[in-house]
Nanobody
Framework: QARLMESGGGLVQPGGSLNLSCALS????????IGWFRQAPGKEREAVSC????????NYVESAKGRFTISRNMAKTTVWLQVQNLKPGDTADYYC????????????????WGQGTQVTVAS
């Protein structure tokens, strides 16, 4: 069974950066895609970025393009979401999730989820 664990969140000032990590076990990224989602207080969860099993990288949030970068290590055990030039609107709980092979922007298509890491952007 897949297990995912996020880390790297915290309190950061506007304009700051964080490197969110999603540590994986029980799966290999040769066959699974990893998506990052976020959920702000009072809002629905939204897809942020995804990396497929074939290393296709997608960004879903227009305001995050150019600021959020998804990557993975060669051992394919960790996926990162580097978030730069953070804005108060980026405040949310960030989750990684996995599904077979291909990326999707729909959270209900993902099979396994981590517990989330909180990102707060405030001065």
């Amino acid at each position: 069974q897949a297990r995912l664990m996020e880390s790297g969140g915290g309190l950061v000032q506007p304009g700051g950066s964080l490197n969110l990590s999603c540590a994986l076990s029980g799966i290999t990224l040769n066959y699974w895609a990893i998506g990052w989602f976020r959920q702000a207080p009072g809002k629905e969860r939204e897809a942020v970025s995804c990396i497929s099993s074939s290393d296709e990288r997608l960004n879903y949030v227009e305001s995050a393009k150019g600021r959020f970068t998804i990557s993975r290590n060669m051992a394919k055990t960790t996926v990162w979401l580097q978030v730069q030039n953070l804005k108060p609107g980026d405040t949310a709980d960030y989750y990684c999730a996995t599904r077979r092979l291909l990326c999707s922007e729909y959270d209900y298509e993902y099979d396994y989820w981590g517990q989330g890491t909180q990102v707060t952007v405030a001065s």
